[in-house]
């Protein structure tokens, strides 16, 4: 048995909110509809690489907005600026029906991974959109990871040359729109398992892929699943 095993995870693969706070949400329609509701393309690209990686998949498509799934506990963004107001007892409410059993059920299976001496490889799925406050983002896909983490860091750079490879008119960066070891997910994962038993690394897209109705969208997919299977295999 390989010592590496591969885990997706979405933590924005939807705008969904559940029935009991709906209400509050009924005059932010558009707002959940926007890049502040959800990661387009992201779940679409998570379930295709744990298809193809045969892989545990845990998508979450409960809107950021009523919860940030990617912060830690007590982060000033946990909650949105719809949520926020909400009362003590409310918000937790939320956390404990919407953001604790998605984040236990994703860190009780790495720990059971680890515990059968395997090397955990999480896939953090998200995207990014193409503008944010007037600044074009200049990159295709970017690829989050903690620098201090070699096994994160060689990762991602064989990534990157095989996507090199396959699809060189994509943009690739590291650590590009944002910065791997600021807080989320992984970041709170690192600190839970050594190097050598998990790397955690965000895979980033660029939302003007996912609007195209071209077979662009499907071909980038494609080749970033190939490309990893590729760098992965070079380990």
Request: a positive charge.
């Amino acid at each position: 048995m390989e010592r590496d095993a591969f885990l997706i995870s979405c933590e924005h693969g939807g705008k969904r909110v559940p029935p009991q706070w709906r209400a509050l949400f009924a005059p932010h329609a558009a707002l959940l509809s926007s890049h502040r509701g959800y990661d387009k393309g992201a779940l679409r690209m998570a379930r295709e690489l744990a298809a193809a990686l045969d892989a545990p998949l845990f998508a979450a498509t409960v809107s950021r907005l009523l919860i940030e799934l990617n912060r830690s506990p007590g982060h000033p963004q946990l909650y949105s600026a719809v949520t926020r107001a909400l009362s003590v007892a409310e918000r937790r409410d939320i956390f404990e029906h919407c953001y604790l059993p998605y984040r236990r059920a994703v860190e009780e299976r790495i720990a059971d991974l680890v515990a059968q001496g395997r090397r955990v490889i999480h896939v953090s799925s998200h995207s990014f959109t193409p503008e944010l406050d007037g600044a074009v983002r200049n990159a295709d896909i970017g690829l989050l990871y903690d620098p201090k983490r070699h096994g994160e860091a060689a990762l991602c750079r064989r990534w990157r040359e095989a996507l090199g490879l396959r699809a060189p008119a994509l943009r690739v960066r590291m650590n590009y729109p944002y910065a791997g070891s600021a807080d989320g997910f992984t970041t709170w994962l690192r600190r839970r398992f050594g190097a050598e038993q998990y790397v955690g690394i965000e895979l980033e897209i660029n939302q003007k892929h996912a609007s195209m109705r071209s077979g662009d969208w499907p071909a980038l997919r494609a080749a970033v699943i190939a490309a990893l299977r590729e760098a992965g295999d070079a380990h």
